[in-house]
């Protein structure tokens, strides 16, 4: 029990440096940035699809053709191999475009559209960095030695991942929120705007638990987190974490089936839509006992090799 509450006390210490510090309101607000610009992207969309249609509609009425008799017919999409793809009945393909777009702006569907735009690359940087830098942190404000006399570093290591855990889904909640309350009026004033009532149809299938989309999301960041923390906190440099995070998530390919990156791929494409803006690799198929060992077993060698060298250096240098 005392090693537990000395956690918590460590873990209140860290939370109240980093709000104190103000690290918890800008990743707030750079979270918000992202939630602004997904807003206007979908706004934007909507516009584009919207003009769209009433340009397809337009040129439909001058050549004297039945519009309600063109939307009766489902459009058809041909596979050019290779010369590009051709639209059949383009007036309803345009219409169901418009209508996707309407219904990823709902207040249900805003929420997974931005779940997808941010977990998957942005916040796994956002937050890889971040966990870096309080990783690092002690080290560069001297008070390592301090902490060091009275903890082991493992209590200090499991409180500082805890603040980051509660950081994250802290500030993730509040960018959802704001997202979600921001969707009500945003689908407002586009829809009288520009009379789309008659647009809004369920065109795609949102019945995945909001729920488990948010806990999945939780997890990947974990994941990232912990990967990063361990790297700075063990080379006492965040340099080294900050390129894994950035080359990993952004830059180098899947290297195989259980390369954790398609293993999360794979079971987004499970959890997510991925109509909305971002969309996922295609993923390498998997067994899914073995996707999840391998990722529980990427996390247990990294805490395992961050445990030996933590034990056998002299952590008052």
Not at 53 to 80: A, F, R, W
Not at 231 to 253: C, D, E
């Amino acid at each position: 029990m005392t090693y537990i509450k000395n956690i918590f006390k460590l873990t209140k210490k860290e939370i109240f440096y980093q709000k104190y510090s103000k690290n918890i309101f800008f990743v707030t607000m750079l979270l918000i940035f992202f939630a602004g610009t997904h807003l206007f992207s979908l706004y934007m969309n909507v516009l584009h699809r919207y003009n769209m249609y009433t340009q397809n509609e337009l040129s439909h009425i001058e050549q004297g053709l039945d519009i309600l008799e063109h939307l009766s017919i489902p459009h058809v999409i041909h596979d050019g191999l290779g010369t590009g793809i051709t639209i059949e009945n383009t007036l309803h393909f345009d219409f169901v475009q418009l209508s996707i777009a309407l219904q990823n702006i709902s207040p249900r569907n805003i929420i997974s559209g931005f779940l997808e735009y941010i977990i998957f690359v942005i916040c796994a940087i956002i937050f890889g960095i971040y966990a870096s830098y309080i990783g690092t942190f002690d080290y560069k404000s001297k008070t390592h030695k301090f902490f060091s006399v009275s903890n082991s570093q493992w209590e200090i290591a499991i409180s500082k991942i805890l603040s980051l855990i509660f950081v994250m889904v802290l500030t993730i909640l509040i960018s959802i929120l704001f997202v979600f309350a921001s969707s009500f009026l945003l689908r407002e004033i586009i829809i009288e705007r520009y009379n789309l009532e008659r647009f809004i149809i369920n065109m795609l299938n949102y019945d995945n638990s909001l729920f488990i989309q948010i806990i999945f999301s939780f997890s990947i960041i974990i994941f990232y987190m912990v990967i990063c923390f361990f790297i700075s906190f063990v080379t006492k440099n965040m340099i080294f974490s900050t390129i894994f995070i950035i080359f990993f998530v952004a830059v180098i390919p899947f290297l195989g089936a259980y390369d954790p990156r398609n293993v999360i791929a794979y079971f987004s494409h499970h959890i997510f839509n991925f109509e909305s803006r971002f969309v996922m690799n295609n993923a390498i198929p998997i067994d899914v006992t073995k996707g999840i060992m391998s990722i529980l077993a990427t996390v247990f060698l990294t805490i395992l090799v961050s445990n030996i060298i933590i034990k056998n250096r002299n952590n008052y240098i």
